[in-house]
């Protein structure tokens, strides 16, 4: 596994306490949830809503939303998705919701959670949070807020693990595995 290590663990929770911070500066005196996009996402949100709640010393909502079926890219897979529940148990109008992500690259799963998430209802706005921006963009996308710029190759890959999933909280960049068909 030729993986080369951006962030450890150390570094990723620096890297959220900063999101944090900057998401509540950007959002004072707005309704603000918070919503992680299946399953490194989700993860991720999860701990970015317990900052901003410890930040602001109130409770913030948290949902976890599952793009699927909503990829415009199922008929490229070899392999069937797999599908988690969404939790959204709260209104989104008067909102500011915080969509969570481990990494963007082309832009398409961001487009599907925001077709997604107004599946629940209109938000007054949506702002996007990535732990890693790798570049490639095939849609006109942009986060508001980047833990890291990465710089990749498209034969790369960008590889986030999290305590909760994988038993380590790190970033590397590998090689891109090939999908098997």
Do not use: W
Not at 14 to 27: D, G, S
Not at 53 to 64: K, R, T
Not at 66 to 87: E, T
């Amino acid at each position: 596994m030729n993986e080369r290590a951006v962030l450890d663990r150390e570094e990723m929770r620096r890297t959220l306490v900063r999101i944090a911070h900057e998401i509540v500066e950007r959002n004072a005196d707005r309704p603000l949830a918070i919503v992680g996009i299946h399953r490194r996402g989700a993860v991720l949100a999860g701990r970015l809503r317990e900052l901003i709640a410890d930040l602001l010393g109130v409770e913030i909502p948290l949902g976890d939303i599952d793009i699927s079926f909503y990829r415009d890219d199922l008929s490229q897979h070899s392999q069937a998705p797999v599908v988690h529940a969404s939790h959204i148990a709260f209104g989104l109008a008067d909102t500011t919701v915080v969509l969570v992500d481990d990494v963007l690259y082309t832009g398409r799963t961001v487009r599907a959670a925001i077709e997604a998430l107004f599946d629940y209802g209109r938000p007054d706005c949506v702002q996007l949070a990535v732990l890693a921006d790798r570049g490639h963009r095939e849609l006109p996308l942009r986060p508001d807020y980047v833990g890291k710029n990465l710089p990749t190759a498209r034969a790369e890959r960008v590889n986030v693990r999290v305590e909760e999933l994988d038993g380590v909280d790190e970033v590397s960049i590998g090689p891109a595995v090939a999908e098997v068909a």
